[in-house]
């Protein structure tokens, strides 16, 4: 496996992802299923490579995949792009489990987005770990933090915004959640 790239019949080749390197602070347990590097992972493994992740310090990111997202990143360069760089690549949907033993690299297990989600929400808690919340609407996004805050009262929570803002706020968005000190 490597991180140079061809792509072949408009696939990626096994293997093979992009003119880019498998990022370097990736799990070592990890397949290429359909072009994409998903995390081997149980639920509890994934919690604590992303535990590993937080105490190096630094910004790092994650990614969830299923079936349209493979599709559609066979043929959008940049969501490839994302995923071949992103720390950590869970399979959030069965059909990727499912494609993962058709060939012959069966995964662990199913990690969803939503069950990660609510894990690393509860390992905050538990850690003293602040959290950012980014997306919803306003309302949406307070009553997940009381629910949230209710359901674990140690929960630190650094800030909170709504995910309908225009692409060039992006940039003082992420600036904000840095100065959170999430």
Request: hydrophobic share 40%; proline share 4%; with cysteine.
């Given at each position: 496996?490597?991180?140079e790239?061809?792509?072949r019949?408009?696939?990626?080749?096994?293997?093979r992802?992009g003119?880019?390197?498998?990022?370097?602070?990736?799990?070592?347990?990890?397949?290429?299923?359909?072009?994409?590097?998903?995390?081997?992972?149980?639920?509890?493994?994934?919690?604590?490579?992303?535990?590993?992740?937080?105490?190096?310090?630094?910004?790092?990111?994650?990614?969830?995949?299923?079936?349209a997202?493979?599709?559609?990143a066979?043929?959008?360069d940049?969501?490839?792009?994302?995923?071949?760089?992103?720390?950590?690549v869970?399979?959030?949907?069965?059909?990727?489990?499912?494609?993962?033993?058709?060939?012959?690299?069966?995964?662990?297990q199913?990690?969803?987005?939503?069950?990660?989600?609510?894990?690393?929400?509860?390992?905050?808690a538990?850690?003293g770990?602040?959290?950012?919340?980014?997306?919803?609407?306003?309302?949406?996004?307070?009553?997940?933090?009381?629910?949230?805050?209710?359901?674990h009262?140690?929960?630190?929570?650094?800030?909170?915004?709504?995910?309908?803002?225009?692409?060039?706020?992006s940039?003082?968005i992420?600036?904000?959640?840095?100065?959170?000190?999430?």
């Open positions: 496996m490597t991180g790239a061809t792509r019949g408009g696939e990626w080749e096994r293997g992802v003119n880019l390197a498998p990022s370097p602070t990736r799990p070592l347990a990890f397949s290429w299923i359909c072009g994409a590097p998903v995390a081997n992972l149980t639920e509890d493994e994934t919690v604590a490579a992303i535990d590993k992740l937080i105490s190096a310090g630094g910004s790092h990111y994650g990614a969830v995949v299923n079936a997202k493979i599709v559609t066979n043929r959008d940049r969501l490839k792009q994302i995923l071949c760089e992103a720390d950590l869970t399979a959030d949907g069965m059909s990727i489990v499912w494609a993962s033993r058709f060939l012959g690299q069966s995964l662990k199913r990690v969803t987005g939503i069950d990660l989600f609510q894990r690393l929400v509860e390992h905050a538990e850690r770990l602040s959290v950012y919340f980014l997306g919803a609407g306003d309302e949406s996004v307070r009553g997940v933090i009381a629910r949230l805050t209710a359901r009262p140690n929960l630190r929570v650094a800030g909170y915004r709504n995910g309908y803002f225009a692409p060039n706020e940039d003082a992420a600036d904000a959640i840095r100065q959170s000190r999430a």
